[in-house]
């Protein structure tokens, strides 16, 4: 009882199709998912620029480090700032120095800088080798 596509009632018709409704639902679904994603990978590139600059102030704090203990003396009590360059990134170093109870020893706090921004911190002890 096949019946001939021009004898179909409109009501038939119109139920075959999309409701307005439907393809705004649909297009809110997709545009939520869009934006959740872009949001996702935003927050993936600020981790890896955050991880990115902990790392090039973890290479100056080392480097300042090392030569302090290759001058083989004890560095100079009070507050010593240097710029360090690492992959074209400019890092401040603010090293506090200060004295211990043992006189061969130093207690150096170390904050690493970008942009005025504080990136890491640093605390050791210092002795003559």
Avoid: W
């Avoid at 902990?54 to 480097?63: F, R, S």
């Amino acid at each position: 009882m096949n019946t001939p596509a021009h004898s179909l009632k409109r009501s038939d018709l119109r139920a075959s199709g999309f409701t307005l409704i439907e393809v705004l639902v649909a297009l809110f679904i997709v545009a939520l998912t869009l934006i959740t994603g872009v949001k996702a990978s935003s927050t993936l590139m600020q981790s890896a620029e955050r991880q990115k600059s902990t790392l090039m102030a973890q290479l100056c704090i080392d480097n300042y480090l090392v030569a302090i203990r290759l001058s083989k003396q004890l560095p100079g009590v009070g507050e010593q700032v240097t710029v360090c360059q690492q992959a074209s990134q400019n890092i401040t170093l603010k090293a506090l120095i200060n004295t211990t109870p043992n006189p061969s020893f130093r207690r150096v706090d170390i904050q690493a800088f970008e942009l005025g921004t504080p990136v890491l911190s640093v605390s050791t002890v210092l002795g003559l080798l």
